[in-house]
């Protein structure tokens, strides 16, 4: 059989469309809104989609898709791309198919990516992913958890669960602001973009306008971290979920220096509280841990009993790992990933 290995064109989208719901998942939320389709993967007139067709019959047999990060701010030095949706329909039996779409994102893309990633993948691929040399692992999970809260709806936790001790007569000796959509243009551009200087993947103003502040569904919130003289310290994107007649607020993106938390740990907690929210939790890889502990947060990985929900649509309540796999093609000084990369923030049901 004659293989043809693209990148697929918006006249594929229908095509595309039909895979996904024949061999990914028939209630995939691109069948029902295609728009967060062309959201993540359209790009001019084409899809950052990896297509395989047979060419005999033009039968499409595989899709790799993916999420350059220059889509978001064209003004990056570094390329960095996220993997997405990676099926090879069940009926096609030729070997290491699935390899040659990753093959293609790796050596054949107009701009050779200096970072590839893959977020919440199944355990059972992480042999593959690291056969193919990249580090694997799962991103860490932190919570702060709103201590004047008794009734939990959403977290869970068992009867020997002790709150952290909260400082008394300690104040913060930084300014968390509240940044509304609004005041999001009027933020110093120079001092956003410098603070992921030196950390892939690259992240900016524009990035996080272009991802979040622009998002078709989600509404996104932001918090700015300054010191007295105004400067700059610490960015970042929380997103608010109800359900359950309750609400959490979850950290989905981050810039700047975690150990600036500790400075503003008695806002963060006026945040939860003045939200209502149960917890304020993050998802991360390459924060350091201890700055996160220093400001109240606990390791749900060193408490035994606690329950953090990932899964909101639908809402399971229980702990979910997220799996992260990344290469290098450039030497970095920090790499850092969040729920919010990729397509891991994206709607399940709307």
């Not at 359209?42 to 060419?55: A, D, P, Q, R």
């Amino acid at each position: 059989m004659k293989l043809d290995i693209k990148l697929a064109e918006t006249s594929d989208k229908k095509e595309i469309l039909d895979f996904i719901g024949s061999y990914w998942q028939e209630d995939h939320i691109y069948l029902s809104h295609p728009s967060l389709l062309d959201y993540l993967h359209l790009e001019g007139e084409s899809y950052n989609i990896v297509v395989v067709k047979n060419k005999e019959n033009n039968q499409l047999l595989a899709i790799h898709a993916f999420i350059p990060y220059e889509n978001f701010d064209g003004n990056f030095i570094n390329s960095s791309i996220f993997l997405s949706i990676w099926k090879v329909a069940e009926n096609i039996n030729i070997p290491g198919l699935g390899l040659r779409t990753i093959k293609f994102i790796e050596n054949n893309l107009q701009t050779k990516p200096s970072f590839i990633e893959a977020l919440g993948f199944t355990k059972e691929v992480s042999p593959l992913y690291r056969r193919l040399g990249y580090k694997v692992g799962k991103l860490s999970h932190f919570v702060l958890i709103n201590p004047s809260i008794s009734e939990f709806n959403i977290l869970n936790k068992d009867k020997l669960f002790r709150f952290p001790q909260m400082r008394k007569n300690i104040p913060d000796e930084c300014i968390l602001k509240l940044i509304s959509p609004e005041d999001f243009k009027d933020l110093d551009e120079d001092q956003m973009n410098s603070l992921t200087e030196g950390v892939l993947p690259e992240k900016s103003k524009k990035f996080i306008a272009s991802k979040y502040l622009n998002h078709p569904f989600y509404d996104y919130k932001y918090c700015l971290c300054v010191d007295k003289n105004e400067a700059y310290k610490m960015f970042f994107v929380y997103r608010k979920i109800e359900i359950n007649n309750s609400n959490v607020l979850r950290i989905v993106d981050f810039m700047g220096s975690e150990e600036y938390l500790k400075n503003i740990r008695n806002q963060l907690y006026k945040l939860i509280v003045d939200q209502n929210s149960e917890y304020m939790d993050i998802y991360h890889y390459g924060l350091k841990n201890d700055s996160l502990e220093e400001a109240g947060f606990i390791n749900r990985y060193k408490k035994s009993g606690l329950i953090i929900p990932n899964h909101f649509e639908p809402f399971e309540r229980i702990n979910i790992d997220i799996r992260y796999a990344f290469l290098l093609f450039k030497q970095s000084k920090h790499i850092r990933l969040f729920k919010g990369d990729g397509d891991q923030d994206r709607p399940s049901l709307i």
